[in-house]
T-cell receptor, first 115, second 110 residues
Framework: KAGVTQTPRYLIKTRGQQVTLSCSPI?????VSWYQQTPGQGLQFLFE???????NKGNFPGRFSGRQFSNSRSEMNVSTLELGDSALYLC??????????????FGEGSRLTVL | SQQGEEDPQALSIQEGENATMNCSYK?????LQWYRQNSGRGLVHLIL?????REKHSGRLRVTLDTSKKSSSLLITASRAADTASYFC??????????FGPGTSLSVIP
């Protein structure tokens, strides 16, 4: 069974640009959540999707958005990039969400560098 | 502010010793989970304990949960060099909101 796949693994952008990150969950998993990890702020929750609906959202500005497709694949987009957006973006999937099924399966992350 | 707070921030022990990490949180939870992360990679789930449980074991791992004190501890027994990693607690609310603590960096010296 394939794990959670995140693409691209590494990318470099400049301030003001936008970026789209992709996450393919484990087959059969319907919940996908996104996290931003930085040395200063640690792991911060961005949002969680279940069956194409956003169920939870963290405290990030509107420049951060996401969506989930009918096949459970998810994308997140960051517009008007700032230097502070440089981070490791992690995607996690679970069967029905961390409350119901608990364990989150993480991808290896997409490391974004904003210059 | 973050829900979970780990203590200590960093821990260095000799191989074979036990390592204990603590996590405190602020609000009601559905469950609490512990994860391990090796240097800039994805997180790996270690163990989950639900709010109505007090203790769980998995191999060399032992987790306790005290909901009255809003705290949890992770014990790794007979540590190995391969246990060197960052360890995070994650609290899960009834609405599927997951909040990670800042993590404990564990170094196991061979």
């Amino acid at each position: 069974k394939a794990g959670v796949t995140q693409t691209p693994r590494y990318l470099i952008k400049t301030r003001g640009q936008q970026v789209t990150l992709s996450c393919s969950p484990i087959s059969g998993h319907r919940s996908v959540s996104w996290y931003q990890q930085t040395p200063g702020q640690g792991l911060q929750f961005l949002f969680e999707y279940f069956s194409e609906t956003q169920r939870n959202k963290g405290n990030f500005p509107g420049r951060f958005s996401g969506r989930q497709f009918s096949n459970s694949r998810s994308e997140m987009n960051v517009s008007t990039l700032e230097l502070g957006d440089s981070a490791l973006y992690l995607c996690a999937s679970s069967v029905a969400g961390p409350t119901n099924t608990g364990e989150l399966f993480f991808g290896e992350g997409s490391r974004l560098t904003v210059l | 502010s973050q829900q979970g707070e780990e203590d200590p921030q960093a821990l260095s022990i000799q191989e074979g010793e036990n390592a204990t990490m603590n996590c405190s949180y602020k609000t009601s939870i559905n469950n609490l989970q512990w994860y391990r992360q090796n240097s800039g990679r994805g997180l790996v789930h270690l163990i989950l304990i639900r709010s109505n449980e007090r203790e769980k074991h998995s191999g060399r791992l032992r987790v306790t949960l005290d909901t009255s004190k809003k705290s949890s501890s992770l014990l790794i027994t007979a540590s190995r060099a391969a246990d060197t990693a960052s360890y995070f607690c994650a609290t899960v609310t009834s609405y599927d909101k997951v909040i990670f603590g800042p993590g404990t960096s564990l170094s196991v010296i061979p």
